[in-house]
Each structure stands twice: as structure tokens, then as C-alpha cells.
């Protein structure tokens, strides 16, 4: 019953969805910002890359509310799964000395991998978003291979704080000094290209970077460690 | 063919979508409802990205000095998907939190069984 019913309920919203896109045609241009952004975005704002022109300069703001929502569900799930009751502690068993090394070998280069992507967003593919998936993907790594590690919890909490701040900051700073609004790139654009250039995106990329790898790993550590 | 052949992205798009649809509808399973939800994300974001395509177009990044501005896709829906991706993973996480602690609560996943769950 419930199978037919839910089949007829998307036989209407598929009907629905053909009526509202058969005329509208696959690949060719549609919007007339989607241009303006590839033609000004690298006079405007010096980074190569537009998508991360646009996400930070021309969207800032947008950026912003990702984050806090990012945010606000990394506290909820902490707050969701804070008075876990232990039923006994759970038994370790310490993992063989390869994959011990291996991790420790791992750890440190996957970090390296993870600042470069979040250092280089305004030149090739990649972000602060990204980037901080990737820093915590080698504290999972950690997790699973060294079992009995703890993680410095107050540190996570501070480098999420400070980068928070950063953003913020920036952001006030480029209302004050700036084109009167919030977030502008009040810095110097510098030559394309180059890692010193597109004023203030790598700063607040680099911001993101550490804000949603410490986010990510505190993710990780209530779910490891509380489930 | 030429249909589709023109819509192909769409098709497998809002393919994806009705497959994570009907699971959540159907199924009585909660982690196999969030496992719909996580299907319907993608599909949304394949829809969207296939949206600002361009045909034979390049990704918007100036790496080189001789790519051509007019052949580019369309970097506004990849910028709102990298939005969109991430609010992905938050409500996945927060729903498998949720998940823990309702099993923790009743016993059990089955949505048939608890009771306040029930439609």
C-alpha cells in the first residue's frame, strides 16, 4: 500500500518537473550574472578561479551562513549525544605496528595536502571547504588506525573560535575601511596568478579551511567516542 | 535519441532524486531513510550543476593565459552547490546523531515500532 501510494505521488511530481523543464534547453548560456562574473571577476576581485571568487567576494555573506549553519549542526550533534550513558568501557584492541606507522607516517602529509588545497583556492580547484574535509579526514585516519589516541578538545574548540573570528573580523574591517559594505576586498588585488594575490580571499579561505577541518574532527570525535 | 541525448543530465539527475524519494517514502528502516536523504542530495546537486552547463564549455578557472572567457560554464550553480554540499554533510551528521539516540531510547531503528513516529 504504501509502495503504490508513494509511486503515484512521484508519478505527479515527475509529470510536474517535465512540464516545467521541457523548454528549457541544456547547455547553453542562461544568466547574465553567470557572464558578468567570468568577464570582471578577475579585474575585480584577482583570484583565477571564479566559482571561488564568487563564493567568497561576490557571496561572502552566503559563506558566512554556510558556516554557521556548519556550526550550528557540529553543537547540535554534540548537544544531541552529550549524556550518553557508558555502558563499560568498551575494549581496545591496539592495532599492529605496519599500520601503526603508517599512520604516523600518513598523518602529517595529508595535512600538508589539505593546507595546500585550502592555501591555493583562488588558483586551482579546491577551497576552504574542501581543504578542511581533508584535515579531518586524517584525524579519522588517526582515529582508526592509533585506537586510544585523545584528541586536544580545547585546542579544536580554539582554532574553530579564532578562525570564526578572523572571518568576522575581516569582514567589519572591510566595512569600515572598504567600499562601505561587508566583507569587501579592501586589500590589494596584486598580479593573477600568483599566490600573493586576490587581497583578502586567501586569508578568509585559509580561515575557513581551519574552521571547517576543527569542526569536521569534533564531528568525528563526539561520534567515535560517544556511540 | 536526440532527446535523449539533450537531456541525459537531467534524466539522471531527477533519476536520483525519485530513487532517494521512494526510499524515503517506502522504507521503515531510519538509517536506510537517511541513506535516501544523502541520494536526493546528490541528485539535487547534479541537477543543479548540469543547469549551468555549457556545451564543450572548461571549468571558470584562468590557469592558462590562452582560455577563452565565452567558453566557460556557468561558476554561480557550482558556488551555490559548494553551499549546498556541506549543509549536505551537517544534516546527514545531525540525523545520524538523532538515529543513535532514538535506537538508544526504543530499542530499535524500525519506524513501524516507535511509536511516536508512526504515519
Not at chain 1, 551562513?65 to 550518553?84: C, P, Y
Not at chain 1, 566583507?183 to 580571499?201: H, Y
Not at chain 2, 537531456?7 to 532517494?20: D, H, K, M
Request: net charge positive; proline share 2%; hydrophobic share 50%.
Amino acid at each position: 500500500m504504501r509502495k503504490i501510494i508513494g509511486i503515484i505521488l512521484l508519478i505527479i511530481i515527475c509529470w510536474g518537473i517535465i512540464l516545467a523543464l521541457h523548454k528549457i534547453p541544456f547547455g547553453i548560456p542562461k544568466t547574465k550574472v553567470g557572464e558578468y562574473y567570468i568577464d570582471k571577476g578577475r579585474e575585480e576581485t584577482g583570484a583565477a578561479n571564479i566559482v571561488t571568487s564568487v563564493v567568497v567576494n561576490y557571496r561572502g555573506f552566503d559563506t558566512l551562513g554556510e558556516v554557521t549553519i556548519l556550526f550550528l549542526a557540529a553543537i547540535g550533534l554534540g548537544a544531541v549525544l552529550s549524556n550518553f550513558k557508558e555502558k563499560g568501557k568498551r575494549k581496545i584492541e591496539l592495532a599492529s605496528l605496519i599500520l601503526k606507522t603508517g599512520c604516523r607516517f600518513l598523518f602529517p602529509l595529508i595535512l600538508l595536502f589539505g593546507a595546500y588545497i585550502f592555501i591555493h583556492g583562488h588558483l586551482t580547484p579546491g577551497g576552504g571547504f574542501q581543504g578542511g574535509a581533508i584535515i579531518a579526514s586524517a584525524f579519522l585516519l588517526v582515529y582508526l588506525g592509533c585506537r586510544g589516541r585523545i584528541f586536544n578538545e580545547v585546542g579544536c574548540k580554539i582554532t574553530e573560535s579564532l578562525s570564526g573570528l578572523v572571518f568576522i573580523v575581516m569582514g567589519l574591517i572591510g566595512l569600515t575601511v572598504g567600499g562601505h559594505y561587508f566583507l569587501s576586498n579592501f586589500m590589494l588585488t596584486g598580479q593573477i596568478n600568483t599566490l600573493f594575490s586576490a587581497g583578502i580571499i586567501p586569508i578568509i579561505y585559509i580561515a575557513i579551511g581551519l574552521k571547517v577541518g576543527s569542526e569536521l574532527t569534533g564531528v568525528i570525535d563526539n561520534l567515535m567516542e560517544k556511540s | 535519441m536526440d532527446f535523449l541525448s539533450n537531456y541525459i543530465y537531467y534524466i539522471g539527475a531527477f533519476g536520483l532524486i525519485f530513487i532517494g524519494l521512494f526510499i524515503i517514502l517506502v522504507k521503515h528502516n531510519l538509517i536506510k531513510v537517511i541513506i535516501g536523504i544523502g541520494i536526493l542530495d546528490t541528485g539535487v546537486n547534479l541537477f543543479i550543476v548540469a543547469v549551468g552547463y555549457i556545451s564543450k564549455g572548461t571549468a571558470p578557472i584562468f590557469s592558462k593565459s590562452g582560455l577563452d572567457a565565452k567558453n566557460m560554464v556557468d561558476p554561480v550553480p557550482q558556488a551555490l552547490v559548494l553551499t549546498s554540499i556541506v549543509i549536505g554533510v551537517a544534516i546527514l551528521a545531525l540525523a545520524l546523531s538523532l538515529a543513535i539516540r532514538l535506537y538508544q531510547h526504543y530499542g530499535t531503528l524500525d519506524l513501524r515500532k516507535i511509536k511516536e513516529q508512526r504515519w
